[in-house]
């Protein structure tokens, strides 16, 4: 076995520029709320929900958003349900909803159904545009937080206050809003990326000001939750790691308009870090039942769990890879071309037979089979690969194999 981390110098941690800091925080799930209201995506049934809240729990996050109460009474039940499975499991349930009385009236109803303390997570816009776009004043924003969170507390939920579009509010109104919450009893404030907006620096610089002016030493946690909108979901989530208490994510990214950052690709880099050691090859079930039941594509080349990941016909990538297979070393065969180990996620390197493949694809292929790799099969099946547009199919390099 080699020494890789001796093989590898890593600029990730080369130390001659500031790093952000990032750390092993609480994960919170959104899939089974925010990531259902992607515009493409179905509603998976109960059995599925069931089985999505379990693998979480295998992959040791935390907690849970499993629906809206107020959305209807087939919500509430099945939020019932979702709860009382988590009793039997390590992760906790929350669920969202206005700042509304109707809402949180549906939240309690849906604890004493269940038996169990749902956390309540009551959100209401925030940024200067949306009070503009929805003629709100801040004095009655106010109130019905203060109202709202006063009503949940006092029927024993635990409370996470939530800013909406947290990214584009001015400070101002936030510590209005995260101060009336926090007074009337709210032990969580979350920091909401709503549209997407944040950069990697906003991120730092907003949850910076939460910390040091909002919360200020009490005994309040915080959260952040991001959205994909400029291809920055997974880095945005990493880089509040270095201040959030929980960090928020979706199966796939999957949520509102682009979705939200990846819970995947999260504990992917996670690992990646050295700040966790979860086994992730629970991620594989867990993203294939969101692709099968919310009708979700896996692209070809999405990083860790696409079906390109780990897959090559290219010569010069094939041919390290066999090398390092040949000198009977997994690991370093995981890791020669690829940054992201295949084992990480249970899966393993293959070597494919393409138009710009070399010879050693095709004799790792046919011997990896237990077919021999004689001079007119290797010749007959480079010849069809370079005669073709993309790669050859099993299928396809089987009848070449055994057309002798």
Known sequence: MSDLDALIYDWNRDGRAARADYRAVELDDETLRDGLQGPSVRNPPLDVKIRLLQLMDELGIASADIGLPGASPQARATIVALAKETVKLRITPNVAVRTHPADIHGAIQAAVDSGVAIETCAFIGSSPIRRFAESWSIDTMTKQVEESVALAVKNGLPVMFVT??????????????????????????????????????????????????????????????GHNDRGLGTINALAATAIADRVHGTALGIGERVGNASMDQLLVNLRLWDLIDTNLEPLVEYTA????????????????????????????????????????????????????????????????????????????WLEHRGIDATRDRIDRIMTAAKASDRLLTEEELDALARLD
């Open 164 to 225: 909406e579009d947290t990214t584009r509010a001015d400070p101002e109104t936030l510590v209005t809003l995260y101060e009336t919450a926090i007074a009337a009893g709210a032990k969580r404030i979350c920091a909401s990326d709503t549209v997407g907006h944040a950069t990697p620096e906003g991120v730092r610089n907003l949850l910076t000001f939460l910390r040091t002016d909002i919360i200020k030493g009490r005994d309040v946690k915080l959260d952040y939750h």
């Open 289 to 364: 039942l969101v692709a099968e039941h919310c009708g979700v594509v896996i692209p070809a080349n999405y990083p860790a769990l696409g079906a390109d990941a780990f897959r090559t016909g290219t010569g010069v990538h094939a041919a390290a890879v066999v090398k390092a297979l040949r000198k009977g070393d997994r690991e370093l065969a995981d890791r020669v071309y690829s940054s992201v180990p295949a084992s990480v996620v249970g899966r393993e390197q293959r070597i494919e037979v393409g138009p710009m493949s070399g010879e050693s694809n095709v004799v790792f």
